[in-house]
């Protein structure tokens, strides 16, 4: 599957941005999917996760209440609806996807992902 990942730009801080990214080549429902990203000079880190329904999803503590992802599989689609973004979400942000089912446990695990889309760029600043 290929993944192009949009979306991203330049905000203040408080403001809501989201993401989306677009798969295609493959069957989009039976892929569980999940939002990276990376920061200059970090390394990359999880930011959110769903599965194959859409029911289970997993969020890194930093974002909980402010980030929802969710998936429309009649578009093929990924987003991450981004709410009272701060300067430290200010990174590079990736869409990932895995065929099958991932345990919950295993959702925040970059390894997991076989399929990776280009970052989009999100930069919060004053």
């Known amino acids: 599957v290929q993944l192009q990942a949009s979306g991203g730009g330049l905000v203040q801080p408080g403001d809501s941005l989201r993401l989306s990214c677009v798969a295609s080549?493959?069957?989009?429902?039976?892929?569980?999917l999940a939002w990276f990203r990376q920061a200059p000079g970090k390394e990359r880190e999880f930011v959110a996760a769903?599965?194959?329904?859409?029911?289970?999803?997993a969020y890194h503590d930093s974002v909980k209440g402010r980030f929802t992802i969710s998936r429309d599989n009649s578009k093929a689609t990924v987003y991450l609806h981004m709410n009272s973004l701060k300067p430290e979400d200010t990174a590079d942000y990736y869409c990932?996807?895995?065929?099958?089912?991932?345990?919950?446990?295993?959702?925040?695990?970059?390894?997991?992902?076989?399929?990776w889309g280009q970052g989009t760029q999100v930069t919060v600043s004053s």
């Open positions: 769903l599965d194959l329904s859409g029911v289970t999803k």
């Open positions: 080549g493959r069957t989009f429902s039976n892929y569980a």
């Open positions: 990932a996807a895995q065929y099958g089912r991932i345990v919950l446990s295993s959702m925040s695990s970059a390894g997991v992902y076989d399929y």
